[in-house]
């Protein structure tokens, strides 16, 4: 918007001409349309360009576009960033929750698991599960090493892996 500055009201005895800008000047609503300069006035050239340019440009509506443009691909890549990585997170829970669930059963079993390896499927929670569960022997007789493996049928890799130990009991 124009700023136009205030000029002084007509005082009695005071002359119209005394009152009005110079020529070229910015007048104020009382007289813009009674300039001196009729219709010439830079005043009223800018003031008539002001009026008609109400829109935007195409090529600020093509920058704003672009500015949206790039901010919403990065929104929606961090979302679905997010999206996976909690996936991915519940997924490994639950293969969590199966691997403690196979070592508590071999636990319950025997306290001294035998050595060897075994292999089951689980159904639980969202879907089926491959149960790979390793006893080995240590260097120490008296300690096994339990390893549990827990993956999807379909994958190449555990999704999920647990470590433990089992000690035999002193006679």
Not at 81 to 98: D, I, K, N
Not at 124 to 147: C, D, F, M, N, Y
Not at 149 to 170: G, K, M, Q
Request: hydrophobic share 40%; with cysteine.
């Amino acid at each position: 918007m124009i700023e136009v500055p205030e000029f002084p009201a007509l005082t009695e005895g005071a002359s119209p001409q005394s009152a009005r800008p110079a020529h070229g000047a910015p007048a104020n609503d009382h007289y813009r349309d009674s300039c001196l300069c009729r219709g010439s006035c830079l005043y009223r050239a800018t003031l008539r360009r002001h009026k008609k340019r109400r829109g935007f440009t195409l090529i600020e509506v093509l920058v704003a576009l672009t500015i949206f443009g790039v901010i919403a691909t990065s929104v929606l890549r961090t979302m679905q960033g997010s999206v996976r990585t909690q996936f991915l997170l519940e997924e490994r829970l639950a293969a969590s929750s199966v691997a403690q669930q196979a070592l508590a059963e071999i636990r319950v079993q025997s306290p001294w698991p035998p050595l060897g390896e075994k292999s089951e499927r689980i159904t639980q929670g969202q879907g089926e599960w491959l149960v790979k569960a390793t006893v080995e022997g240590t260097s120490e007789p008296r300690l096994r090493h339990i390893t549990i493996e827990v993956a999807r049928p379909d994958a190449d890799n555990p999704t999920f892996s647990l470590d433990a130990w089992a000690a035999e009991e002193l006679p």
